[in-house]
């Protein structure tokens, strides 16, 4: 078994949820932390420095020579979907690792620091907004409306910070440390088949999909299912029925367009109950943000229109919202230079490697996944794919840092600070 499988079979364990199958890891929860304590662990054994910033990424830091020079980053995430696959997230990570311990075999001293970077809740399954951590960092969120953010047991992003030892009052902006990244460089297992149909291992990354995701609520009348008159009825369940298949329409007619409703919660969600209230989430996505924008005016639209059909009113809250990101293309060119005649891919998954992208410059490395599936236990990489993988990212990594590479990141995107 190689040490990156050998890395990724010690956490199989860790979140591993019966009821959904795959792995349920939010962040800031038990699994979460128990993910953090084993990259701390094998970034110690490698001598690397680890610390963690105000907003809760870990930092895991190889600078061998000392150098004040702006940084290579590398790194991706720990934290899951509901049931998700063990890749998505974990892969980057321990590529990272390994990729560090392959420059080493080589003999290799980077001039300038290695960073191993993982951010917190990427996927927004504990607080509902994508890339948190990454979000933050670059001032992508406002510190105040992240701090406000509920879980679905009601508990603030702020308290929970505070539960898992950070400082709400320095959660934010952190200007100084993106000032320390000369560029980042993200390793993440393909959630798609372009790999497969290529039947390559190992491709640059060219975009990413804008995408966002709004919250619906539906307040109609709770009652008794028995008693109750199908006629007297203003049931929010069957409005969101409606909904749900018409939002589907939308983006079946919207070509590039994809809607999906993943999560629904009845209020009270008894069996013999009508529903008071159903709340849902749209995730929206698209090549062109005013297309994800139209395509969302057209489906609160749709929405209002179908709670007034059910005697209902509604609700449509935006939560998150990420747009259409172009990898730094002096970047993509200094990767190809690295790994020689590669495939390009974008891709319709979000990531930290996108939001960073408006603050430093930024690439990906995708990994073939066998399935093309992913958010879902049916998520895969073969262990001679991860190495093929891993021995990439060492090599753009060496690429990077070496002297002379400057021009490949010299420029930076325009920040909004
Ligand atoms: O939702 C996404 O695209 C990513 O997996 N967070
Ligand atoms: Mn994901
Ligand atoms: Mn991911």
Known sequence: MSALAGMLGEIAGVGADAARGGFSRAGYSHADRELREWFTAHAAVRGLDVERDA???????????????????????????PGGGGYDGPL?????????????????????????????????SRFGVACLGSR?????IDPSRALALT???GDTFADIARRDGLEPDRIGPDPRRLDAVAAFVELHVEQGRGLVDLDRPVAIA????????????????????????????RDPMVAAARMIV????????????RATVGRIEPVPGGT???????????????????????LVSEARDLVLAAAREEGCRADVREESLSP?????????DALQASLGDVPELGTGAGHDAGVLASAVPTAMLFVRNPTGISHSPEELVEDTDAEHGAAALADVLQGLASAGAEAAFGHRPMMAR
Do not use: Y
């Not at 930092?59 to 979907?81: C, F, K, M, Q, R």
């Not at 018409?246 to 367009?257: V, Y």
């Not at 013999?272 to 924008?293: E, G, Y």
């Open 136 to 140: 933050l960092m670059s001032g992508a």
């Open 246 to 257: 018409e939002i589907r329409d939308l983006a079946r007619r919207t070509p590039d367009a």
């Open 206 to 233: 060219s975009s990413i999909l804008g995408h966002g995701r709004w919250r619906v609520t539906i307040d109609g009348q709770g009652n008794h299912a028995g008693t109750t008159l199908m006629d007297d009825r």
């Open 92 to 124: 980057g990570v321990a590529s990272a690792l390994v990729a560090v311990d392959l420059l080493r075999a080589r003999s290799f001293a980077p001039p300038r620091p290695i960073g191993i970077a993982v951010f917190p809740e990427e996927e927004g």
């Open 272 to 294: 013999n109950v009508i529903a008071s209230q159903v709340r849902f989430w749209i995730d929206i996505r698209h090549p062109d943000d005013l297309i994800t924008a139209a």
């Open 151 to 153: 879980d679905r047991e």
């Open 55 to 81: 907003n809760g990424t870990l930092w895991a830091w190889w600078n061998p020579t000392g150098s004040t020079e702006p940084a290579i980053i590398t790194g991706s995430h720990l934290d899951s979907v």
């Open 324 to 332: 259409t990101v172009d990898f730094d293309l002096g970047l993509r």
